[in-house]
């Protein structure tokens, strides 16, 4: 088996009296794509930020490479973080820069390289995406497909070793999600990378995915191949898979007052 090179162990994360991790615990290995899904709110999005070091755990501990990330210094977490990639939500180029510069960007502000290495970089990851030839383009000149893989060609343009993607699929047709989807595992297989992937699409998340972990409540729900989670009986795994309004997880977030004290109607 591949040694784990990211893990959470135990982390417990929340805003003031609100949990939003209770004791979460996962694996990643490089050469395999993970899917974390679950409801919005969840904390997918929060495991994202702590591994790239954004946020600090209560309790626990996120190590990467053999560090743990939360106790390095600013120096050493800046270092930690140049070996991640991550494509965000909707992509977040720049709309000032061409697509070129976009690319370009990590390599300027982390390496000295000369002019001539990194443009052949920036062609290079831009055909690895089928985008060469709009490296001239600006920004406004993009699809919702287009901008993403450009986003994507961003994302490896330091080579990194962990690649995370939050919500690559919002927003885009069905012929950019999956093209997207394709060079996602495209990518992870030819780089050797472990791939961490935040989505509410089911359908092409489990198509490319090797193991899914399911949130609920702050806790893994549910953990598997995507096979095991579509013949899961689970309730939980079943209601966010099937959408099922009726469920273990709640359409309303518990009080501790009725709406009849909050509008003033009893005491």
């Given at each position: 088996m591949?040694?784990?090179?990211?893990?959470?162990?135990?982390?417990?994360?929340?805003?003031?009296?609100?949990?939003?991790?209770?004791?979460?615990?996962?694996?990643?290995?490089?050469?395999?794509v993970v899917a974390l899904?679950?409801?919005?709110?969840?904390?997918?999005?929060?495991?994202?930020?702590?591994?790239g070091g954004l946020l600090k755990p209560r309790s626990g501990a996120v190590t990467f490479e053999g560090q743990v990330l939360h106790s390095l210094s600013r120096d050493g977490l800046y270092a930690a973080r140049r070996r991640m990639g991550l494509l965000y939500q909707f992509g977040a180029l720049f709309t000032d820069l061409s697509v070129f510069e976009n690319v370009a960007f990590p390599l300027r502000e982390h390496t000295q390289l000369p002019e001539h290495l990194i443009r052949d970089l920036v062609l290079l990851k831009l055909n690895a995406v089928g985008l060469r030839g709009v490296a001239h383009y600006q920004t406004s000149q993009l699809s919702g497909g287009m901008a993403r893989r450009v986003a994507l060609a961003r994302a490896i343009a330091l080579d990194p070793p962990l690649?995370?993607?939050?919500?690559?699929?919002?927003?885009?047709?069905?012929?950019?999600?999956?093209?997207?989807?394709?060079?996602?595992?495209?990518?992870?297989?030819?780089?050797?990378?472990?791939s961490i992937l935040v989505s509410h699409d089911i359908k092409d998340a489990f198509a490319i995915a090797d193991y899914v972990y399911l949130l609920a409540s702050g806790r893994i729900?549910?953990?598997?191949?995507?096979?095991?989670?579509?013949?899961?009986?689970?309730?939980?795994?079943?209601?966010?898979?099937?959408?099922?309004?009726?469920?273990?997880?709640?359409?309303?977030?518990?009080?501790?007052?009725?709406?009849?004290?909050?509008?003033?109607?009893?005491?």
């Open positions: 591949a040694q784990d090179f990211l893990t959470l162990d135990d982390v417990r994360f929340g805003y003031r009296d609100r949990t939003i991790l209770d004791g979460v615990s996962l694996r990643f290995e490089r050469g395999r899904i679950g409801g919005s709110g969840s904390g997918k999005t929060t495991i994202l930020r702590l591994i690649i995370m993607y939050d919500e690559p699929f919002a927003g885009l047709d069905p012929i950019s999600l999956a093209t997207v989807a394709q060079l996602i595992r495209q990518l992870n297989d030819a780089l050797h990378v472990a729900a549910a953990q598997g191949t995507p096979d095991e989670m579509r013949a899961s009986t689970d309730p939980t795994v079943r209601q966010f898979l099937d959408g099922d309004i009726d469920g273990p997880v709640a359409f309303h977030h518990a009080s501790r007052r009725s709406l009849a004290q909050d509008l003033g109607i009893e005491p």
